[in-house]
């Protein structure tokens, strides 16, 4: 992996809602129509116009992403993925992969630039952080190094414990690649 690739990777502790990207990622239900966490925070900070656009959708099944407007968010516009609720099964790994590749996928055809995803499933889905960072970051590596004019994607973790698993993995990635440029040289 490219150190350049890694740079354009950032996790911050935050509220999503308040983040200037280009899209900021939902963490939805199949209805799209709202929800509890990170889903019912971009409804109330969005205004009740997205749950209108998100009516005219009509659903999202797992997996798979949809795009409306910001409308009230500084972020231009919503990217809504499904993620899996976590059974210790291996689909949900394919399915938790799905999301990031869609969401990126669609951002990519919207001329999105730069996203800020939270930890899909990993609140009341209960997928554990210290897998699913390994699916976000894997997932956005390979995005990033097949399309080099993409800017930045943020992991934007509401709790400090979810945003240290980010970081010391995304240091260690870091590491890694150093290591690996220096072994080359020499
Ligand atoms: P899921 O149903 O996919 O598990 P949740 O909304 O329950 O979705 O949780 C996903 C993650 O989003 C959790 O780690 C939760 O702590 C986090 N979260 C909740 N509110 C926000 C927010 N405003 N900004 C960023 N992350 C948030």
Redesign the pocket.
Same mark, same amino acid.
């Given at each position: 992996m490219k150190s350049k690739t890694l740079n354009k990777l950032e996790a911050i502790q $935050? *509220? #999503?809602?308040r983040l200037k990207v280009d899209a900021i990622v939902n %963490?939805a239900?199949t209805s799209l129509l709202g $929800?509890? !966490?990170?889903? !019912? %925070?971009?409804h109330r900070a969005a205004g009740p116009k997205l749950l209108e656009e998100c009516r005219r959708i009509g659903g999202c099944p797992t997996g798979e992403a949809r795009i409306t407007k910001g409308y009230n968010l500084p972020a231009r516009h919503i990217i809504h993925t499904v !993620?899996p =609720?976590y059974r210790g099964k291996p689909s949900d790994s394919r399915l938790l992969q799905n999301c990031y590749d869609n969401s990126l996928a669609l951002a990519l055809a919207n001329n999105i630039a730069s996203i800020a995803f939270? %930890? #899909? /499933?990993? +609140? =009341?889905? +209960?997928?554990p =952080?210290r897998d699913a960072v390994t699916i976000a970051v894997n997932a956005s590596c390979r995005f990033l190094e097949k399309n080099p004019a993409f800017d930045k994607i943020l992991f =934007?973790?509401? /709790?400090k414990h *979810?945003h240290d698993v980010y970081v010391d993995h995304i240091e260690k990635l870091k590491k890694k690649t150093i290591i690996c440029y220096f072994y080359r040289q020499y």
């Open positions: $935050g *509220d #999503i809602t %963490a239900n $929800g509890g !966490g990170v889903d !019912g %925070a971009i !993620g =609720v939270p %930890a #899909i /499933s990993c +609140g =009341v889905y +209960g997928y =952080v =934007v973790l509401f /709790s *979810d």
